[in-house]
Structure formats: structure tokens, C-alpha cells
């Protein structure tokens, strides 16, 4: 449920994009979305990088060549669509639109197993 939801108990288009991305996440993660968050707040210090590797469902290899900028720009975007704050969040059109151009093709230009979450998050 999107943060905001919770206190005005009013659905809008951002709340849409806040499911999406959690949905994203949670299919790419291959667990709930809370598990990471809470794994997030007790065994992360505030400054240091996960890794998008470490984020990724462990039971899957790693995704090579272009489906590993697949991956990231979609992570990438996830994470914009899971922002706290509802009007800093892409808009669906948006994230339709970036999902579906060749920019998602792209190649990588660091090494897939050194991408980390942090980065990614500001990204979009």
C-alpha cells in the first residue's frame, strides 16, 4: 500500500505506480517486498550500497549482456515508482514509455555485479 494511502485513505494514479513498482520488485526479488526493507533497516548502515546482484532473486543466475541493462532499467524504475513521496513518483505513461525504448536495451557500462541500489534509486 502506498505511504500515503494510509493517511488520507484516498486512491489516486500515484498509488497505482506505487503497486506497480512493488509488484516489479517483488517478481524480481522472488520474496515479499517487506523482507528487503526489513533486512534493509536492521542490517544496512545508512551509508552503505547494496547491490543489485544481492537484490535479485538468488536462485536465478546472474542476467547476461542485454538483458542484465533489462534488469537494471527496470530495477531503475521500480524503485522510482517506490518513492515515499507520491508526487516525486514517474507517472504510468512515463514508465510505460521508458520500458518500452530502446533505452532499456542499452548496455551496461560498469559491470552487472557492481551496479548497487543506491545509485539506482536516483537514477530516474
Request: aromatic share 4%; charged share 20%; with cysteine.
Amino acid at each position: 500500500m502506498a505511504p500515503e494511502l494510509a493517511f488520507t485513505m484516498r486512491v489516486t494514479n500515484k498509488c497505482d505506480v506505487y503497486s506497480f513498482g512493488v509488484v516489479v520488485l517483488e517478481i524480481m526479488m522472488g520474496r515479499h517486498l517487506g523482507e528487503l526493507l526489513a533486512s534493509l533497516s536492521v542490517s544496512l548502515p545508512e551509508n552503505a550500497e547494496l547491490l543489485l546482484k544481492d537484490l535479485l532473486d538468488q536462485r536465478l543466475r546472474p542476467p547476461p549482456g542485454q538483458s542484465a541493462a533489462a534488469v537494471a532499467s527496470m530495477v531503475t524504475m521500480a524503485l522510482a515508482c517506490t518513492r515515499n513521496n507520491a508526487e516525486s513518483r514517474p507517472t504510468m505513461d512515463f514508465v510505460a514509455k521508458e520500458l518500452s525504448s530502446a533505452r532499456t536495451q542499452a548496455n551496461l557500462w560498469i559491470p552487472f555485479g557492481m551496479i548497487t541500489i543506491n545509485k539506482r534509486s536516483t537514477h530516474i
